[in-house]
């Protein structure tokens, strides 16, 4: 979101048709309309105001006001146009958009949100299963023999096949967010960086990350189980079992397993490595996506180019884009990480997982690598570099799926917006 650029002083309210009160006065005096050629003259043609203007939204701080029928509109981008005869319907028509503003703004983020948690977990159920079958021959690179395979599954075993574990994919989310939120209040760990950062505040932060991920870890590995084991011989588990394994991984009690287990103390430092270099790309690729969509919005505001819709369109868009593209290039890049860190925490759980070579029938995992690095070199091996890329067809189709999501809805915001205007 934009910041505004106004000379000292402007809030802004006084030059729209409203009433403010004057410094050093204790009464409401009319605001000056754009009548005088003058004041017009000044406002509009000063560049640094055109862009920042899109930020005042009309009712929203400004009292009571009454707009004489003479007056003529200001034409921003993102005012709403006053009726001539009164200021009472311009109040109610600045409210609705208002309104509309805040409720497009919610639905364009519970779409987001619906998508890469509900939607999307199809694709990470498969993509997972792929990832830990080392017994598999069909890689599943593309998305093409990720929809036939995805289509199998369903028809063998009902769609309850592919939206397993989902619950518990919302409770290790929940787990990090609190853990991250207790450590930060009792520790003098920060869980935001300021723009005035230093290497020490830096490594702060990103210990409180790492803090985080050793936290969430016993609970990730029961999601885990949960996502890839088959519905074929998986029992009705409550939602609460995720946690109920979790903490029985940590005091090894409760949780069937063999003796090719890993403990968790040898599973600290690829989960650290994924989840701290997963945050540290999304946050470099968010933070340089975000500054050249602020960069072109910016231009095009000054070169006057852009519409009450698309201004309003830039409030919300921007920062949805680059998560999109954060999140995107962390998972592609790390992928041969994360096939690794799955195989580990999954080894010697007793799990059963889908045939994902024919789409029925089930295979037992029963690797027994040695560590992280026995892990990258056996797969390396027995199955080639393209072995750390298993499933990565399912991420082709995540992303597409939410790329058409966002799009669409925009088209939806659009529409609304200009129906409203």
């Known amino acids: 979101m934009m910041h505004p650029r106004r000379p000292d002083g402007f809030d802004g309210l006084g030059y729209r048709g409203g009433a403010r009160d004057e410094q050093g006065f204790g009464v409401a005096f009319p605001a000056r309309s754009f009548s005088s050629g003058s004041d017009l003259g000044h406002w509009v043609t000063t560049p640094p105001d055109i862009p920042g203007s899109r930020n005042l939204h009309w009712g929203e701080k400004s009292p009571a006001y009454s707009v004489p029928s003479t007056s003529t509109p200001y034409e921003g981008p993102a005012e709403e146009p006053f009726p001539s005869g009164g200021g009472g319907g311009g109040a109610v028509q600045g409210q609705s958009s208002e309104q509309l503003n805040r409720f497009a703004g919610f639905g364009i983020g519970l779409a987001s949100l619906f998508t890469e948690n ?54 290790v989310q929940g787990v990090t967010l609190g853990a991250e939120g207790i450590i930060s209040e009792f520790t003098p760990l920060p869980r935001e960086v300021s723009h005035k950062w230093n290497p020490k505040q ?15 870890m016993p609970f990730y590995s029961a999601s885990l189980i949960e996502t890839v084991q088959s519905e074929i011989i998986r029992d009705n588990t409550g939602i609460l079992e995720c946690v109920k394994e979790g903490i029985g991984r940590v005091i090894g009690l409760g949780v069937p397993h063999s003796k090719r287990l ?48 698309q201004s309003m369109l830039d409030a919300y868009f921007p920062e949805l884009i680059a998560n999109f593209a954060a999140s995107l290039c962390s998972d592609v890049i790390l992928f041969p990480l994360e096939t690794v860190l799955h195989r580990l925490h999954i080894q010697g759980t007793r799990t059963i997982i889908d045939n994902t070579d024919l789409g029925y029938e089930v295979l037992p995992i029963n690797t027994q690598y040695e560590g992280m690095r026995d892990c990258i070199n056996t797969i390396k091996q027995e199955e080639g570099v393209l072995g750390f890329y298993k499933g990565f067809g399912a991420v082709i189709i995540q992303y597409t799926l939410h790329a058409a999501v966002l799009q669409i809805t925009k088209i939806i915001y659009s529409t609304l917006l200009q129906n409203s205007i």
Do not use: D
């Open 202 to 216: 830096i490594g702060e932060h990103l210990l409180l990350k790492a803090l985080t991920y050793i936290v969430a």
């Open 118 to 171: 509900v939607l999307a977990h199809p694709c990470i159920v498969l993509r997972r299963q792929c990832q830990v079958n080392y017994h598999a021959r069909h890689y599943h690179l593309t998305p093409f023999t990720v929809i036939n395979i995805m289509y199998s599954f369903n028809k063998t075993q009902g769609p309850r096949a592919l939206w397993k574990g989902m619950g518990s994919t919302f409770i």
């Open 262 to 309: 890993l403990p968790l103390l040898s599973l600290i430092f690829p989960t650290v490595l994924h989840g701290v270099l997963h945050y540290i790309i999304s946050s470099i690729i968010q933070k340089f996506v975000l500054l050249i969509l602020k960069r072109k919005t910016y231009n095009s505001h000054l070169a006057e180019s852009s519409s009450p819709v």
